[in-house]
């Protein structure tokens, strides 16, 4: 079965550093577009950053020149690597990516089951 399978988040405090992992599993053929989105209580999933398959990659104001995303296709594996961070990055983050595999090589879209990531002293 293909799923994406987050680790990495915990408690930090404010200027800290987390780096974010997201792992496909199963046989997988390729790794498309890449995302990470993230969710505060009491707010809506936003986007913090994107890579396509050609590498460019798009941040959410809010995380530029702190957050990092990138891709392993070798290890099927996605990370975002979070430095300087500040109390209001905490949120559920969640990796969304778009798989292809199967016999028949189609796309699929997936979620990450979302990593706690917490900014305090």
């Known amino acids: 079965q293909v799923q994406l399978v987050e680790s990495g988040g915990g408690l930090v405090q404010p200027g800290g550093s987390l780096r974010l992992s997201c792992a496909a599993s199963g046989t997988i053929f390729s790794i498309n577009g890449i995302r990470w989105y993230r969710q505060a209580p009491g707010q809506q999933r936003e986007l913090v950053a994107a890579?396509?398959?050609?590498?460019?990659?798009n941040y959410a104001d809010s995380v530029k020149g702190r957050f990092t995303i990138s891709r392993d296709n070798a290890k099927n594996t996605m990370y975002l690597q979070m430095n300087a961070l500040k109390p209001e990055d905490t949120a559920v983050y969640y990796c969304n990516a778009e798989l292809t595999y199967g016999t028949s090589r189609l796309t699929f879209s997936h979620w990450g089951q979302g990593t706690q990531v917490t900014v305090s002293s």
């Open positions: 890579m396509t398959s050609g590498g460019s990659t």
